[in-house]
């Protein structure tokens, strides 16, 4: 349950880390994201979360020995 909690914690500091150093740029970024069609908004969704499963996974095999 801690490595639970630790991974949210970390989750929202990973989240909130560019709108904290630039919050312009962000805000330029997100009126960009408006104007992609919902396919490509879904296939990076898609890969992202392929990704953060194979992060997981990859660290559970090294936290194993």
Known sequence: ??????SIGLVFIME????FIS???MKF???QIINLPENHL???GF???????????????????
């Open 1 to 6: 349950m801690k490595l639970f909690f630790l």
């Open 16 to 19: 909130g880390l560019p709108y």
């Open 23 to 25: 919050p312009e740029k």
């Open 29 to 31: 970024f997100l009126s």
């Open 42 to 44: 879904r296939t990076i």
């Open 47 to 65: 890969a992202s979360m392929v990704t953060g499963l194979g992060i997981c996974y990859l660290a559970s095999l090294l936290l194993q020995s």
